[in-house]
């Protein structure tokens, strides 16, 4: 893929603490939480066993409907619906901008661990997003390797989300994440977990994790959120359901159209 130009901002450091916390294995004892508000606290033997299998139970269900909505800083909202396989760490969906002026302008995006690539949908084009990528020439994708920006983090963070074997509960406990609260999401109970965030990373303005999970009592993960510097409106991450025929392509862009 090509490089990406873009000059870092602030906002990298926050970042490249998110993407770092949803990694498995022993580097999550890197990572501590200062919590803040008087109702957290830290998490039951229960609430990390589940928050530690959450990972794999979503690569277990994948493919995954997911939705990816982020605001930039100048107004600018950026929505994606679209699918990931956790365990090819592919994804495709199709995206849609509304500027600050109401203008919108829409497409389609495929991102791997990598990456990810756009490309305008052909008029008329139907069907799932994943079926028109395939269908696009490789010289009608437009590629980079992830940036500092809310999109790229969002769909950086999304496709590391699924593993295939659970964290470790124990280093979990030890790396600082709390119990928010408990929210109903569509006739479901969550707890709503803080999870783990750098040393090197610490939110300067709340002292609290960026990260936020929502888990409920199989240890299935359903919505997570990410703030991030200078911007007011975390990203969201909505996890849906398994979608069974999603065939997701590698990247398309390297491939002849």
């Known amino acids: 893929m090509a490089s990406d130009k873009k000059r870092p901002s602030r906002r990298s450091v926050i970042v490249t603490a998110v993407v770092a916390a949803v990694l498995a294995g022993g580097g999550v004892t890197a ?84 990456g990810l690539g756009l490309a305008k949908q052909a008029a008329g084009a139907t069907g799932p997003a994943w079926e028109q990528a395939e269908h696009v020439p490789r010289s009608g994708w437009t590629s980079r390797s992830y940036g500092t920006d809310p999109l790229d983090a969002g769909l950086n963070m999304l496709i590391q989300l699924g593993a295939d074997r659970p964290d470790n509960p124990l280093l979990l406990v030890q790396s600082g994440p709390r119990w928010l609260g408990r929210d109903r999401i569509d006739g479901r109970d969550y707890d709503r977990i803080a999870g783990p965030r750098s040393r090197d990373a610490a939110d300067k303005e709340t002292g609290t994790s960026p990260i936020t999970y929502w888990i409920d009592a199989d240890g299935g993960l359903r919505r997570v959120t990410m703030r991030m510097a200078g911007l007011g409106t975390p990203a969201t991450l909505e996890l849906g359901g398994r979608d069974a025929g999603a065939k997701l392509p590698e990247a398309p862009w390297a491939t002849a159209g």
């Not at 957290?40 to 066993?49: G, K, Q, V, Y």
């Not at 592919?90 to 829409?106: E, I, M, N, P």
């Open 31 to 114: 990572w501590q939480l200062a919590g803040s508000g008087e109702e957290s606290r830290p998490l039951s033997t229960d609430e990390a066993s589940r928050l530690a299998l959450s990972r794999l139970n979503l690569y277990q269900a994948s493919p995954v409907r997911v939705t990816l909505k982020a605001q930039e800083g100048d107004g600018m909202v950026v929505e994606v619906q679209g699918v990931v396989d956790y365990r090819s760490k592919h994804a495709a969906g199709s995206y849609t901008v509304t500027g600050k002026d109401g203008a919108v302008d829409q497409g389609l995006v495929v991102w791997d661990a990598g």
